[in-house]
């Protein structure tokens, strides 16, 4: 009865019905949750399993989580959940004798248990500690300066690679003081490292993008930046993650037992195509990565097939303002050490006449301010396409440029063993790189009007695509 004397109304038995479905189907999140993490981790191809590891770095991180990490963890858990169960059915209390008012003993003042719980985690912790610092230091670890190192560079939304295969390392002298920063990291002029990307990196390094190539069975030491946003470099069968930071150098290594495909991802949040900038890492035995590289510092053919030449035409007209395809050679061994600006495209200081604008920015410098001009000409906000047919990926590693490839899969050894002989046995992917020519903004999200991913071409024509795709298949 209410205080009006009226009777309370009891709930329909179709609102009863109603509830009780809901706490039914609220009873079933867990278990389909549950549920869907399994079938999740019964996938037979897992590219991103960080629990296959494939070189030393990642083995080293699956060894620590699980005797140590994992094992600490799984104690604590049981542990934990143990007490708490215990407690409930010790301290349970039957419906009929439940008093609203018969609080429960309060635990506050009891020093041993206080104490307790603060210096067990502690203890805790010291132990997960130790064996995670050692980590870190083998982790950090470094080759001999003489060793292959390499530049990797985040950007919206792909990744640059440069080789530093003459062991100079990745910087000229920028501010015309006569020094450099060295490979080592230590030692010569770290003013360098100050300059804008553009200006500072040695343009006497290989570069290459989308797809890592590296030596199997062998450590190759990672110095990681980015030009734009944040972005975090991750290939979880060979290694851990690292962030890419503008401004910033971090020092990371990878290494594979074998042969192979490795895939990875971009797993810091860095604009529309996060999700869609991926990376590719390919390693090949020691005269294998020998034939490769000798075959990237080459310079690009320039194509007798008359559809071909009319595709060389039209990519310099259209695209050689933030592409770059080098066709004279690249003297990535030094042999002109004296001249600590040589360049790859043949030209000279007197070419240029600073202005007023490049002498404030860039300082009294004339070589300064010359290689200020040189920035439109090298491959700084697009992918350098000088041997394009030899990957097996392109745009930011999303599509195969052969047919019949998943870019997503490490399965490519399995279809075509021969990586180096690509570019002749598997069928070229015309329509996927038409489609990307055409309007490559509607297949993969980006902000071309702000200089950030490759514009549409809606003016060129069905036949001047043709042409354009003839040419990029002679990029071998």
């Known amino acids: 009865m209410s205080s009006l004397g009226l009777k309370t109304p009891r709930p329909r038995s179709d609102e009863k019905a109603m509830t009780n479905s809901r706490l039914r189907s609220l009873r079933m999140v867990p278990g389909l949750a ?3 993490v399994v079938l999740a981790s019964c996938a037979d191809d897992k590219p991103l399993n960080t629990f296959e590891p494939e070189g030393p770095q990642a083995k080293m991180l699956v060894d620590l989580m699980y005797p140590w990490i994992w094992g600490i963890m799984g104690f604590v858990f049981v542990a934990v959940t143990g007490v708490c169960v215990w407690l409930a059915l010790k301290n349970r209390v039957k419906a009929e004798d439940f008093d609203y008012n018969d609080l429960p003993n309060q635990r506050h003042g009891n020093d041993k248990l206080e104490i307790g719980w603060t210096i067990l985690p502690a203890i805790v912790l010291a132990i997960v500690t ?33 080789y530093d295969v003459d062991g100079d390392g990745f910087f000229r002298d920028a501010d015309g003081d006569g020094e450099i920063w060295g490979a080592d990291g230590v030692g010569g002029d770290a003013d360098d490292r100050e300059w804008p990307l553009e200006l500072a990196l040695d343009p006497d390094d290989l570069v290459v993008a989308n797809e890592l190539v590296i030596p199997a069975g062998v450590q190759v030491d990672l110095t990681i930046t980015s030009r734009d946003v944040i972005h975090s470099y991750w290939i979880p069968r060979l290694n851990g993650k690292r962030d890419a930071v503008p401004g910033r150098f971090s020092t990371w290594s990878i290494e594979a037992d074998e042969p192979g495909k490795y895939t990875g991802w971009c797993t810091e949040y860095c604009g529309l195509s996060h999700a869609r900038m991926r990376m590719s890492t390919i390693a090949l035995s020691q005269a294998d990565w020998d034939e490769w ?22 990519f310099q007209a259209n695209c050689a303002s933030c592409h770059v395809i080098r066709e ?10 004296g001249d600590p600006y040589r360049n790859p495209y043949n030209l000279t200081p007197e070419e240029y006449e600073p202005s007023a604008e490049q002498l404030a920015e860039f300082g009294p410098d004339p070589r300064a301010v010359a290689f200020a001009d040189l920035i439109p000409l090298e ?29 997503n899969d490490n399965d490519l050894f399995e279809q075509y063993p021969d ?14 790189l038409t489609r990307w020519i055409r309007n490559a903004p509607e297949q993969k999200a980006m902000y071309s009007e702000g200089m950030r991913g490759m514009p549409a071409f809606p003016g060129l024509s069905g036949a001047d695509i043709e042409n354009l795709v003839a040419y990029l298949a002679t990029l071998d």
């Open 328 to 337: 004279n050679d690249l003297d990535v061994f030094g042999e002109d050490e």
């Open 130 to 162: 130790v064996p995670t610092v050692i980590s870190i230091w083998k982790l950090e670890e470094r080759n001999e300066p003489t060793e292959l190192d390499v530049m990797v560079i985040g950007q919206q939304w792909w990744w640059e690679y440069r």
């Open 419 to 432: 990586y180096l002989a690509l570019s002749e046995s598997a069928r070229w992917n015309v329509p996927q």
């Open 379 to 407: 491959s700084r906000a697009a992918p350098d396409l000088t041997h394009f047919a030899t990957r097996s990926v392109f745009a930011g590693a999303i599509y195969s440029q052969y047919a019949g490839i998943d870019a």
């Open 293 to 314: 590289f000798a075959n990237q510092v080459e310079p690009a053919e320039v194509p007798t097939d008359e559809a071909a030449l009319a595709g060389r035409t039209l």
């Open 34 to 36: 549950l549920g869907t």
